[in-house]
């Protein structure tokens, strides 16, 4: 009878760890964000991203599979070597093949997860010729990203981001372009798809932390020094990430969010701002907002407008 509850444990506690497991590829996550009841990690749309998720998962199985291991053990020696099965006990010191393995195992296993550990670090800080270089620069609270001219004469404009409330995300719901609160903003900022992006990061103020979930990208903006990071989105759509380095009271109301374009609604879009025409800029993110949300007939109705 013990045997078969214990049974029955085992595979509850297996079912729930599968469940927890090998799922970083959400069912409804359609969009840059984690949608409600969503379990895992956000779609990832980059290599490094995928890299992230591919090391998670396996870090994931070796714990996982150490944690059983252990938890059989113990079990084990307490119904084996219970006092009244094993009154007698064992006057056992050493054991030479047993030491040698539990001091061996343990190398093999960090060895193998710090192989693809070192491989992911090295992807992050590749940093493949730019196509485009931004610069993010963190404000208490808000993000302003500034796009530097790349040749004489060439203009640098900077657009600033702030977070929609509640009252602008209904508003915006009512044209059709899904409007996540806590994440949309009044100015996204746009970059190619396919292209490989330089972010430069600073900040103004205090330490702030550029993210954006979906492109494996997490680095801290401090203030004086410049970090970067990199990404080639490989996906058009629009993807958001919060400010990931606690920096005081609005912390959790300065998101960003980045729309992946084709390259020549990207240089439409930044001809205009260089041209200091922000409602021409305004219009194409209207409008390729509706589009990547879907709404075509609205979004062809703008198109002729
Ligand atoms: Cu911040």
């Not at 040698?100 to 190398?107: D, K, L, Q, R, S």
């Not at 004469?153 to 657009?159: A, I, L, P, R, S």
């Not at 508003?171 to 059709?176: L, Q, V």
């Not at 041209?275 to 390729?288: F, N, P, Q």
Request: aromatic share 8%.
């Amino acid at each position: 009878m013990t045997t078969r509850y214990f049974k029955l444990a085992a595979i509850a506690v297996l079912a729930a760890l599968a469940g927890s497991l090998g799922i970083s590829d959400p069912v409804l996550a359609a969009n840059g964000y984690s949608d409600p009841g969503q379990i895992g990690l956000q779609r990832p749309v980059t290599e490094v991203a995928r890299d992230i998720h591919a090391f998670y998962d396996l870090v994931n199985i070796i714990i996982i599979a150490i944690t059983l291991f252990v938890l059989g053990l113990m079990i084990y020696v307490m119904v084996r070597f219970r006092e009244s099965k094993n009154p007698v006990p064992s006057k056992t010191t050493h054991n030479t093949f047993l030491e040698v393995a539990w001091t061996v195992v343990p190398i093999l296993i960090l060895v193998a997860m710090a192989i693809p550990s070192f491989k992911l670090l090295m992807l992050q800080y590749s940093y493949p010729k730019a196509d485009v270089t931004i610069k993010a620069i963190g404000n208490a609270w808000f993000w302003e990203h500034e796009y530097p001219g790349t040749t004489a004469g060439d203009k640098t404009f900077t657009v600033t981001s702030n977070m929609l409330s509640d009252e602008e995300v209904l508003e915006k719901a009512k044209t059709g372009v899904p409007a996540p609160r806590l994440l949309s903003v009044d100015n996204e900022i746009l970059v190619p798809v396919n292209k490989v992006v330089h972010m430069l990061v600073t900040s103004n103020d205090v330490i702030h932390n550029w993210t954006i979930p979906s492109f494996g990208s997490k680095i801290d903006a401090v203030p004086g020094r410049l970090t970067s990071t990199w990404f080639k989105a490989e996906e058009e759509g629009i993807f958001y990430g919060q400010c990931s380095e606690l920096c005081g009271m609005n912390h959790a109301f300065m998101p960003i969010a980045v729309r992946v374009v084709s390259q020549d609604l990207y240089d439409q879009w930044t001809g205009a701002l260089k041209a200091g025409d922000r409602k021409k800029a305004k219009e194409i993110t209207d409008r390729v907002a509706l589009d990547h949300a879907g709404v075509k007939s609205v979004a062809d109705a703008a198109n002729k407008n």
